[in-house]
């Protein structure tokens, strides 16, 4: 409550990391100027959409699901009316309250600009953004991965593209603002796909410890949407009854085939 007086807002972050292990500390986070006023996100099915020849129509048949994109739009602002975003090396730690109220303090204090210093241009926060999100990484041989983090919302993901729109220069023609419309698309690890499919696929095989109240029958239909399965299930596991199975026991459930 007392954070909310005073106008504490927590900053969107970016978390980079160099490969697709995100249970270990980022290399850097970076902290944006301005949380942005607005996203936009796109869930895309790809479908075969092979025809007939003389045919009016075709029966959509499902290929895929792509991961999920979203559309991010960061403000890059040296006029010195906005305070200034930051980099950090590793990950973002806990403020103290005095920290907090601190970086509030420094915020709302007047922008004090000199009119006969030359103010600086945005083409250096601009490049090491794009360094840090899309830069090639010799050691690994592929670009950053990422996790975006903003209130309740959070992606793994990695940078498709990036368009900057530049909108206010200096007498020399350099930008000191300009934004950055950055589209992230979604990513998950081989092995996190490969333990999401076998927990819903039927066609893979599955392993069950039967807690209290499991019922042969139901699990079954669960996992191979149909309730025809449980007695091939008893017999594959040796079960001489289907309906008195031990707290405990594992039960495999085979593919279907």
């Not at 449980?230 to 596991?237: G, L, M, P, R, T």
């Amino acid at each position: 409550m007392i954070h909310a007086a005073l106008g504490i807002i927590d900053k969107m972050t970016i978390e980079v990391f160099e490969t697709n292990d995100f249970s270990k500390d980022p290399k850097n986070t970076i902290f944006v100027q301005l949380n942005p006023e607005k996203y936009t996100m796109k869930h895309n099915v790809v479908f075969c959409e092979g025809q007939p020849m003389g045919a009016t129509g075709n029966d959509l048949k499902f290929n895929k699901i792509e991961g999920e994109e979203v559309t991010f739009e960061f403000l890059f602002d040296s006029s010195g009316v906005i305070p200034p975003g930051k980099t950090i090396e590793g990950k973002k730690k806990d403020m103290s309250f005095l920290d907090k109220a601190g970086e509030v303090f420094d915020a709302l204090k007047p922008a004090v600009v000199n009119p006969f210093d030359e103010v600086k241009s945005v083409e250096e926060d601009l490049e090491n953004f794009k360094n840090l999100l899309m830069g090639y990484n010799g050691k690994t041989h592929h670009t950053a991965y990422l996790h975006l983090l903003w209130g309740g919302y959070h992606l793994h993901c990695r940078l498709k593209n990036m368009e900057v729109e530049y909108y206010l220069f200096r007498k020399d023609g350099k930008p000191i603002r300009a934004k950055a419309k950055c589209t992230f698309k979604g990513t998950v690890s081989y092995q996190l796909m490969q333990a999401e499919q076998k927990k819903s696929s039927p066609d893979l095989t599955h392993e069950r410890e039967f807690e209290m109240n499991d019922k042969l029958t139901l699990t079954s239909e669960n996992i191979y949407e149909n309730p025809n399965y449980y007695i091939d299930v008893a017999q594959s596991n040796a079960l001489l009854s289907f309906r008195n199975i031990r707290f405990g026991k594992k039960i495999i459930f085979p593919p279907i085939k």
